[in-house]
């Protein structure tokens, strides 16, 4: 069951179009990546779906429900731009937000508390926010917006600002949340961490899907295509690959696109003539090569028009 | 749901600023400060008007006048028998304030001359004219052949109450107690609108300078927060003035009970059916209409929260607090005009001028508060006024609410005030 549905949504900022008559779904439980390159529309679209900004056309339906702003209590929203007030108590704040979120001042304590804990943040209770650094103050933005359960979370930009300790850290927490039932919308430019967290993905340009599915389809859409050799030796044998397959090349790895099995074998037998191979895999495309695949090719087919 | 929101938003707003240290603080030094504001013109009045007696010389060439000069006060006139070369001498190297000399032939010139080294201010040449012309005067009638008893009769003053006629009957007026009332408390309202909000607009900038307000606004609609703030600043303004009045009540139970111990008592005027003064205190108070207090407060909270959106929306649409300067002269000049006005409507609350300038919606809250204050102003006037306030304050919360529901997402290049007006039209 989809817990977003969004048909024909279309948000204007004067005569431009920040989301150009999108339409997609986000299926219950799932993490679902929104991908797509700087000033495509995603945060428009995310404020859509947060009511902070109201479209100009369209529909938008979270759990089957007209969006209205007894909605925005299901959802936890964390923006690119994070912010506290700076003066106030960690807990004060916490607490503020929960009740903002509906929950009673005592519930949104002891959340808060929980949540705190479970970030490995407690004992910052009392302290102020101009007294944390930047990671930390991450951490209690991050519990602000779980602390009251949400059914749909949405994220842009999580990991920013966390050392890889605290990114493994929130990488845990938001699986353990998705396998609670929690549906996840992330947001971000990092193209591995959606490999490693996303079922499906949406990726837009200008306002319009570009590319949307699931990401194992995608991959597999886009191929095998992908060959890395490792080897010691002369590395003779590269000078017969056509330049513009390859992808990236230091003194003993090549890494290059290949359009079949065949010239993979063919590359292979040149290969072993004068070097000896230490890995030789042939892989699925990295999502950031297909990103940029796809976004460049929308940019093309706009320019063309 | 919906009133659950924004009453978070104010109970946080509220409880957040009553516990900060400035409230605190601002608070116990308000009264100080307003005291202080009150008083220390009236001390230096008080200290310059002793300054008038100076040294001055008396040369007196008729020999009448000399020792009714000298009697009338002895702390500023001493006679003199030293030459006038002399005495300007003095004047110049500063070591005498001023001589007078009496002409031997006073009479028929009808004038006498006083030497200063310049200036010396108008309390000193009034002071010696009354008093010379006091002495003339006398000596003429006596010199007519009148009589001493006569002569008394006529140099007898005559003191002028001023009666107010009301419905009641009449009453002893106190119009120049209520000018400087009516004064104090369009200034008071000027005072708490300004101060408070400047207060919603660097709140406002803060949650958009930190990044607070799209969490915010994913929890609640930018109507809810901006309201919410608004109320909650309102509520911190209104125990900050409760207290103070209270403080000022005590102060002055205090005061009144202490000081007649130290200062006579003043008379008492007997005039039949007049309200009873406040007679513990060395100056006569006189009965503060319950209605004044109405309008003062009805016009403090309409005026703020009429500025207060308008702040809210500027601070919506800058970045840092130093952008806002420009966008808020639209704001600040009406807050300042009545003050400008303030001198001449007191001086006549009656005025055309007075009943127009109170009737504008901007300036109202200051004007008609001083007017009710210090005169009876027509029901009709204050009926359209309270009108005119409410419908304009419906119209700027409804334009304060586009604009900043718009502001507050809006990052980058400085907003032009074109670009509010944009923003209006754009919100839909």
Redesign the interface.
């Given at each position: 069951m989809e817990i977003l549905k969004i048909s024909n949504l279309i948000k204007k900022f004067g005569n431009y179009y920040a989301v150009d008559n999108l339409s997609m779904q986000v299926n219950e439980g799932v993490i679902f990546g929104l991908l797509g390159p700087n000033g495509a529309g995603k945060t428009t679209t995310i404020r859509l779906i947060t009511n902070i900004l109201f479209p100009d056309s369209g529909e938008i339906l979270i759990m089957g429900e007209k969006i209205n702003p007894g909605l925005k209590n299901k959802i936890g929203y964390l923006p690119e731009e994070r912010g506290l007030y700076k003066k106030n108590k960690v807990i004060e704040q916490l607490e503020y937000f929960g009740r903002l979120k509906g929950l009673s001042s005592k519930e949104a304590n002891n959340r808060a508390r929980f949540w705190l804990e479970k970030v490995g943040a407690s004992g910052w209770e009392t302290k102020k926010i101009e007294e944390l650094s930047k990671g930390m103050a991450q951490k209690v933005q991050f519990v602000s917006t779980v602390l009251h359960n949400p059914k749909l979370l949405i994220l842009d930009e999580p990991f920013s600002g966390f050392d890889p300790i605290n990114t493994e850290l929130m990488k845990n927490i938001i699986l353990e949340m998705k396998s609670q039932g929690t549906t996840i919308i992330l947001s971000t430019h990092q193209m591995y961490q959606v490999e490693q967290l996303c079922d499906e993905l949406l990726m837009i340009n200008q306002g319009k899907i570009v590319l949307s599915g699931n990401l194992r389809d995608i991959k597999k859409q886009y191929g095998t295509n992908h060959l890395i050799i490792e080897f010691e030796g002369d590395g003779n044998f590269i000078h017969q690959i056509d330049n513009q397959k390859i992808i990236d090349k230091t003194s003993n790895r090549i890494e290059l696109k290949i359009d079949s099995y065949e010239e993979a074998q063919l590359i292979l037998k040149n290969a072993v003539i004068n070097n000896k191979i230490t890995k030789f895999d042939i892989q699925e495309p990295p999502l950031n090569e297909i990103f940029i695949d796809v976004v460049s090719k929308s940019i093309e087919a706009q320019n063309e028009k | 749901?919906?009133s659950?929101?924004i009453w978070?938003?104010i109970s946080?707003e509220f409880i957040?600023r009553v516990k900060s240290k400035g409230f605190i603080i601002s608070t116990l030094l308000g009264p100080i400060f307003l005291l202080a504001i009150m008083v220390i013109p009236g001390i230096v009045a008080a200290l310059s008007m002793e300054d008038t007696s100076k040294k001055i010389a008396v040369v007196d060439q008729s020999g009448y006048f000399l020792d009714k000069i000298v009697n009338s006060d002895k702390s500023t006139f001493f006679k003199s028998d030293e030459p006038i070369e002399k005495l300007k001498q003095q004047v110049l190297d500063g070591s005498l304030d001023a001589f007078l000399v009496i002409p031997k032939n006073i009479d028929s010139v009808g004038s006498a001359s006083i030497y200063t080294p310049g200036g010396g201010g108008i309390g000193l040449v009034e002071k010696i004219q009354s008093t010379v012309s006091e002495i003339a005067r006398e000596k003429r009638l006596i010199d007519a052949g009148v009589n001493k008893s006569v002569i008394d009769l006529v140099e007898k003053e005559v003191k002028i109450n001023t009666v107010k006629v009301t419905k009641e009957g009449v009453q002893k007026d106190y119009t120049e107690f209520y000018s400087i009332f009516g004064y104090i408390l369009g200034f008071m309202i000027y005072i708490l609108m300004f101060s408070y909000g400047a207060l919603v607009m660097r709140g406002v900038i803060?949650?958009k300078a930190?990044?607070?307000?799209?969490?915010?606004?994913?929890?609640?609609?930018a109507m809810e927060i901006m309201m919410g703030k608004i109320f909650g600043i309102a509520a911190v303004g209104l125990v900050q003035v409760l207290v103070w009045i209270l403080m000022i009540m005590a102060v002055s139970l205090f005061a009144g009970s202490l000081l007649p111990m130290f200062i006579n008592q003043p008379e008492v005027v007997n005039l039949n059916s007049m309200p009873t003064p406040a007679q513990s205190l060395p100056f006569e108070i006189p009965p503060i209409p319950i209605g004044t207090w109405v309008a003062f407060l009805f016009f403090f909270l309409a005026g703020y929260f009429l500025y207060s959106s308008l702040f809210a929306a500027v601070g919506s649409a800058v970045n840092q607090e130093e952008d806002a300067a420009q966008l808020q002269t639209p704001i600040t000049m009406p807050l300042i005009i009545p003050i400008l006005f303030m001198p001449a409507i007191m001086g006549n609350p009656d005025s055309p001028l007075a009943i127009i300038l109170s009737l504008i919606p901007f300036f109202s809250p200051i004007l008609m508060t001083a007017r009710i204050a210090a005169t009876t102003v027509p029901i009709w006037q204050i009926i359209l006024s309270v009108a005119l306030t409410l419908l304009t304050l419906y119209f700027s919360i409804w334009v304060a609410s586009k604009i900043y529901r718009i502001g507050i997402?809006m990052y980058g290049k400085k907003p032009q005030f074109k670009d509010l007006i944009k923003w209006i039209r754009?919100a839909?």
């Open positions: - | 749901m919906k659950s929101k978070t938003i946080f957040t803060n949650e930190n990044r607070i307000i799209e969490i915010l606004n994913s929890s609640a609609s997402l754009l839909k």
